[in-house]
């Protein structure tokens, strides 16, 4: 694996930082009455450039200052906040992984996202892309501890250890399609047990993200199925199997923001089309078999050799 190409820490936190834990909550709102001449007082005074529109508990909107800018050259008479705002806002929920937003900002080019609550939809905050760097910044430097350290100090030659010709570890995650309150567990609890036998952090790193993509179209779009994960010295082989309706066209499901989620799977803020090209930058190799009607099964080769030689140069 060329070295260009290693998952950093940034991209692992990612995964596991929720949107809830990087929004901004002390939120500044505005009521959809509120006539436009008084919005560059708000957004100067509060120092923001855009802001929720909020009709008592509901989100109605969001208007930013270059929307006021609009307003303002075009000279029109004075108007309610409600007739200039964008009324078609795109949410995200605050119990989502940190992919989902920078997913979202990357597709769409948006300067902030309303967080709402997944069961009653009430807005909870905003995240704008500084949030997601300032947010990431942080967590970087709670869990700054010195990581190759503790790589080498605890079991760098686990297998090495072992009196037996072949070692040879196996797990296996099952996964229940359609079931999102759960989304990730399985390849959270993965990436905890390769921690604790002390595998390179640039390894965790890769088998956590892939098989967390994995599982989320094992969610979204079977019925469920199994994660097999062989863990041998020189390498990581993965399987995800299901017995789902199949891929007709693999070349195209491989092309970056290509979905077929449906739209309540989108509204839940899922099927973004990146699953699987994130599954192949982690993998040394990737191998994708498909049966229409009959399931669907991939194989995902990462070689810890490759890693630890790179990582040492």
Known sequence: MVSDNRISKVQELIYEIGVGEVMQT???TVDP????????????????SGTPVVDGDKLVGIISIEDFIRWLADREEDCPIAEKMSKDVCTIYADEPLTQAVNVFQRFGYGRLAVVDRQDKRLLGIITKGDIVRGLLNKLEIHHVAEEEVYRHRVKHFF?????????????YNVVGQNFTRAGEGASRLKATLQRLGLHPQIVRRVSIATYEAEMNLIIYTDGGSIRVRVEPNEIFVVVKDLGPGIPD????MQPGYSTAPEWVRELGFGAGMGLCNIKKC???MELKSTVGKGTQLNIRISVDNEAKSEDS
């Open 283 to 285: 993998a040394t190799k």
């Open 250 to 253: 693999i070349e195209k499901v």
């Open 160 to 172: 090495e250890d072992i009196l037996a010709d072949k070692v040879v570890l196996l797990f296996q």
């Open 26 to 28: 002390d939120l500044v």
């Open 33 to 48: 009455r509120t006539p436009m001449s008084q919005l560059r007082a708000i957004l100067r005074e509060k120092r923001i």
